[in-house]
């Protein structure tokens, strides 16, 4: 209902405005513990419960959902249960979530147990004598955390990835000793003779590690899926030396996103108290630091480095030692990865007694030596507080924007495949890549894989003007704009009276007048054949607006220098051939094959054509042939084909079992325009193809050598049939496709695209 979506827009909107005016306010100096009942909240408390009892009155189901939560489990994960007074917790949780302070907090967030019901649990591990990953986590009392950071580690860390867990005790005087000698399984616990702080366990605990990576972790922290498996993405680069987590108050806030070093030794922590769901939290880069909540470095560079530098003892600036240590002795990248998210309750973790060792003076201590260590560094760089000379410091590449329509799935359309072999060129080049989807959507999955191969990604957040407004905030920053498709081009065309020095490449993907002009002429359609006349107006005009124009075919680019426009580059679908140790033989494969995304009319048109006009004329001679259309988003009238002989799967996410094991890949396509994905997927698994002239336009293909050409139904069935049944012309043909498809390998067209660009 709309009202719900009303009701939560304004909740997330008032409930921010409560807790960041709470955190700034602690921040700043007030340390009430009856803060939040300062005057200046009243009018924010007031539309809260207003919000409130709106839910409830409209029957809000989120709403009931989380007082229903709240009041089910007995324990709460912010309050320690001690004795009888989870009641006492449970009116706090119940006025915390009226007043807005829990509206942000994570579904998956554990509650703090009491220390006799985790002493009936058990915790366990799968021992590893071998692991790539050592996690060591020091701990001082609290073993409700401890617990909870276990779980989380247990529910979220599957033991295929292969790590083993480190327990360096710090003299706890609570039941911490008791659990892991009799209640834990697959653990080294380690305790210490006498209570040495937090950097010497941290230590003890690295030095026991087996490893190939040591993972810090705090026991104040609850860590979410692909926590782990993030961490290490980064190291596939051998410059990168340690990688650090996004760390999240219990509150849903932002505790950092990686932190700065100023040239008066202060350390920030870049995004605190912010959202962080702000697309400026959300893309890997280069830090100063990371903190050692969450920290991955390589054991050997670790030692190297003589592990946390015991000057910082008991704790304070060691992590941030340790980072500048592996920028500046290992000469190696401090990479923040917020898909490394976990949740922080800080100033929990193990350490010495507060009372005798106040942090603010050993924050102080610790500043000083820090300073004094590295002050020929801190030189170089920016002044106090200057967040953004800190990011252009840190930002040393050239920046390339790009923009299409959507985030690209490559598992499910060749334009994405293409433009994510782009990206991927454009990193190996040393750019930093920008992209910006015109829907606005952050796709579950997609945004991911982006994000991994280092695209900082800009999505609708909180709204789609917020998106352009920090689009247009970069822009100053941003060398190229490599815009996709007419559509996107007259949509963000504005862009270049904001920023002049940009150049603008125009990336047709395909001449879309092309293929209206031949859709127009086969359903002889005079609305489609006015449509292609616009289209074409457009089209041209950003070929002649444009710096450079990218054709996806030589054909195409030679309708475009008809039109006038010179400067055209030709940048086809790029593919790499599929490693088949196992290939699979003629005589054991069956079935013919068709692939293609069916938001795509000449794919729905081809299949429709192939099911009702080509393969009846198959079945007179060979009525045991099956037929596999795969693809994404099949219409009704595809799904409508689907038969004993026909197989419609929908989305398939890896569809290589089906060109491994198919004879035939057929691909009757009437219209379209540029080079075809498909073809190209085929020719990478060396699977012989049967297509139309329209199908095999653009990417080199020779008759006879490489696929057989059909114009007719009769055609199709015909070579269809012969390939189906000669194995010496199959295995002609499969061996020409292997040659065929080096030439559009990344490396290929690596040279062009940097060519285009310097």
């Given at each position: 209902m709309?009202?719900y979506?009303w009701?939560?827009?304004?909740?997330?909107?008032?409930?921010?405005k409560?807790?960041?005016?709470?955190?700034?306010?602690i921040?700043?100096?007030?340390?009430?513990a009856?803060?939040?009942l300062n005057?200046?909240?009243?009018?924010?408390?007031?539309?809260?419960?207003?919000l409130?009892?709106?839910s409830?009155?409209?029957?809000?189901k989120?709403?009931?959902?989380?007082?229903?939560?709240?009041?089910?489990?007995?324990?709460s994960?912010?309050?320690l249960?001690?004795?009888?007074?989870?009641?006492?917790?449970?009116?706090?949780?119940?006025?915390?979530?009226?007043?807005?302070y829990?509206?942000?907090?994570?579904?998956?967030?554990?509650?703090?147990?009491?220390?006799?019901?985790?002493?009936i649990?058990?915790?366990?591990?799968i021992?590893n004598?071998?692991?790539l990953?050592?996690i060591v986590?020091?701990?001082?009392?609290?073993?409700?955390?401890t617990?909870?950071?276990?779980l989380a580690?247990?529910?979220?860390v599957p033991p295929?990835l292969?790590y083993?867990?480190?327990?360096v005790?710090?003299?706890?005087?609570?039941?911490?000793?008791?659990?892991f000698?009799?209640?834990?399984?697959?653990?080294?616990?380690?305790r210490n003779?006498i209570?040495s702080?937090?950097?010497?366990?941290s230590?003890?605990?690295?030095?026991?590690?087996l490893g190939?990576?040591?993972?810090f972790?705090?026991n104040?922290?609850?860590?979410s899926?692909?926590?782990l498996?993030?961490l290490?993405?980064p190291f596939?680069?051998?410059?990168?030396?340690?990688?650090g987590?996004k760390?999240?108050?219990?509150?849903?806030?932002?505790?950092?996103?990686?932190?700065?070093?100023?040239?008066d030794?202060?350390?920030?922590n870049?995004g605190n108290n912010?959202?962080?769901?702000h697309?400026?939290?959300n893309?890997?880069?280069?830090?100063d630091?990371?903190?050692?909540?969450?920290?991955?470095?390589?054991?050997?560079?670790l030692?190297?480095?003589?592990?946390?530098?015991?000057?910082?003892?008991?704790a304070?600036?060691?992590d941030?030692?340790?980072?500048?240590?592996?920028?500046?002795?290992l000469?190696?990248?401090?990479?923040?990865?917020?898909?490394?998210?976990?949740?922080?309750?800080?100033?929990?973790?193990?350490?010495?007694?507060?009372?005798k060792?106040?942090v603010k003076?050993?924050?102080?201590?610790?500043?000083?030596?820090?300073?004094?260590?590295?002050?020929?560094?801190?030189?170089?760089?920016p002044q106090?507080?200057?967040?953004?000379s800190a990011?252009?410091?840190?930002?040393?590449?050239?920046?390339?924007?790009?923009?299409?329509?959507t985030?690209?799935?490559?598992?499910?359309?060749?334009?994405?495949?293409?433009l994510?072999?782009i990206?991927?060129?454009?990193i190996?080049?040393?750019?930093?890549?920008?992209?910006?989807?015109?829907?606005?959507?952050?796709?579950?999955?997609y945004?991911?894989?982006?994000?991994?191969?280092?695209?900082?990604?800009?999505?609708r957040?909180p709204?789609?003007?917020?998106?352009?407004n920090?689009?247009?905030?970069?822009?100053d920053l941003?060398d190229?704009?490599?815009?996709c498709?007419?559509?996107?081009?007259k949509?963000?065309?504005?862009?270049?009276?904001y920023?002049?020095?940009?150049?603008?490449?125009y990336?047709?993907?395909?001449?879309h007048?092309?293929?209206?002009e031949?859709?127009?002429a086969?359903?002889n359609?005079?609305?489609?054949?006015?449509?292609?006349?616009?289209?074409?107006?457009?089209?041209?005009?950003?070929?002649?607006?444009?710096?450079?124009?990218i054709?996806?075919?030589?054909?195409?680019?030679?309708?475009?220098?008809?039109y006038?426009?010179?400067?055209?580059?030709?940048?086809p679908?790029i593919?790499i051939?599929?490693?088949?140790?196992?290939?699979?033989?003629?005589?054991?494969?069956?079935?013919?094959?068709?692939?293609?995304?069916?938001?795509?009319?000449?794919n729905?048109?081809?299949?429709?054509?192939?099911?009702n006009?080509?393969?009846?004329?198959v079945?007179?001679?060979?009525?045991?042939?099956k037929?596999?259309?795969?693809?994404?988003?099949?219409?009704?009238?595809?799904?409508?084909l689907?038969s004993e002989?026909?197989?419609?799967?929908?989305?398939?996410?890896?569809v290589?079992?089906?060109?491994?094991?198919?004879?035939?890949f057929?691909?009757?396509?009437?219209?379209?325009?540029?080079?075809?994905?498909?073809?190209?997927?085929?020719?990478?698994?060396?699977?012989?193809?049967v297509?139309?002239?329209?199908?095999a336009?653009?990417?080199g293909?020779?008759?006879?050598?490489?696929?057989?050409?059909?114009a007719?139904?009769?055609?199709?069935?015909?070579?269809?049939?012969?390939?189906?049944?000669?194995?010496?012309?199959?295995?002609?043909?499969?061996?020409?496709s292997?040659?065929?498809?080096?030439?559009?390998?990344?490396?290929r067209?690596k040279?062009v695209?940097?060519?285009?660009?310097?």
């Open positions: 709309k009202v979506k009701i939560d827009k304004f909740n997330t909107k008032n409930n921010r409560i807790i960041t005016k709470y955190n700034l306010g921040s700043s100096g007030h340390k009430s009856y803060f939040y005057p200046k909240f009243y009018l924010k408390y007031l539309l809260r419960l207003l409130v009892l709106l409830a009155i409209t029957f809000h989120k709403s009931y959902q989380t007082f229903y939560k709240l009041v089910s489990e007995k324990y994960p912010f309050y249960a001690k004795g009888f007074n989870f009641v006492q917790n449970k009116f706090f949780d119940i006025l915390s979530t009226l007043f807005g829990r509206y942000f907090i994570s579904e998956a967030i554990l509650p703090l147990l009491p220390e006799d019901k985790i002493l649990k058990q915790i366990s591990f021992a004598n071998n692991p990953v050592s986590i020091p701990v001082f009392n609290n073993l409700a955390y617990y909870n950071c276990l580690l247990s529910n979220n295929s292969s083993e867990v480190i327990i005790d710090d003299c706890s005087s609570d039941a911490t000793e008791t659990f000698r009799s209640n834990s399984r697959g653990i080294n616990y380690i003779d209570n702080g937090f950097l010497i366990s230590n003890i605990g690295a030095d026991k590690a190939k990576y040591v993972c972790l705090n104040d922290t609850q860590v899926i692909n926590w498996q993030n290490l993405l596939t680069d051998e410059h990168v030396g340690l990688v987590s760390l999240i108050y219990a509150n849903g806030f932002l505790q950092e996103a990686g932190g700065f070093v100023f040239s030794a202060n350390a920030a870049y912010h959202d962080p769901e697309p400026l939290y893309f890997i880069r280069e830090v630091y990371c903190s050692g909540a969450s920290i991955l470095i390589k054991n050997t560079d030692q190297k480095l003589n592990y946390f530098d015991r000057r910082y003892i008991p304070y600036y060691e941030t030692d340790l980072c500048l240590s592996v920028k500046h002795v000469n190696k990248k401090v990479i923040y990865q917020p898909l490394s998210e976990l949740i922080h309750f800080e100033g929990i973790s193990s350490g010495r007694d507060i009372e060792h106040p003076r050993f924050q102080a201590i610790n500043k000083d030596k820090f300073a004094q260590k590295w002050r020929n560094h801190l030189v170089n760089y106090l507080n200057d967040i953004s990011l252009a410091i840190n930002q040393k590449n050239k920046t390339i924007l790009i923009i299409d329509d985030i690209p799935e490559a598992d499910k359309d060749s334009g994405s495949v293409r994510v072999h990206i991927e060129i454009l190996s080049l040393n750019y930093h890549v920008i992209f910006v989807p015109n829907d606005g959507l952050k796709k579950n999955g945004f991911e894989k982006l994000t991994n191969i280092g695209v900082e990604v800009l999505y957040f709204n789609r003007n917020s998106m352009i920090l689009l247009l905030n970069k822009l941003i190229v704009a490599w815009i498709k007419p559509q996107n081009n949509e963000f065309e504005f862009l270049f009276s920023n002049s020095k940009m150049k603008w490449i990336d047709t993907i395909d001449l007048f092309v293929r209206e031949r859709e127009a086969l359903l359609d005079a609305k489609i054949k006015q449509s292609a006349s616009e289209t074409k107006e457009q089209e041209l005009a950003f070929a002649k607006a444009a710096d450079i124009t054709a996806i075919t030589t054909d195409e680019k030679e309708i475009l220098q008809h006038g426009i010179k400067k055209t580059v030709v940048i679908n593919h051939a599929q490693e088949n140790k196992h290939f699979v033989p003629f005589e054991e494969r069956s079935g013919l094959i068709f692939i293609g995304g069916y938001a795509h009319k000449p729905i048109d081809a299949v429709i054509y192939l099911s006009e080509i393969m009846p004329l079945w007179l001679k060979n009525p045991t042939i037929l596999t259309l795969l693809g994404s988003n099949p219409s009704k009238e595809v799904m409508d689907a002989k026909i197989e419609v799967t929908g989305y398939v996410e890896d290589s079992g089906y060109f491994n094991n198919s004879r035939v057929v691909a009757p396509l009437r219209f379209g325009a540029g080079m075809k994905g498909k073809i190209g997927q085929s020719l990478s698994f060396a699977l012989p193809i297509t139309s002239e329209i199908g336009e653009g990417i293909l020779v008759q006879g050598r490489d696929y057989l050409l059909a007719t139904a009769d055609e199709f069935a015909s070579h269809i049939l012969r390939l189906y049944e000669d194995k010496t012309l199959w295995n002609d043909i499969s061996n020409a292997k040659e065929l498809i080096k030439s559009y390998h990344p490396d067209i040279p695209i940097n060519s285009i660009l310097s």
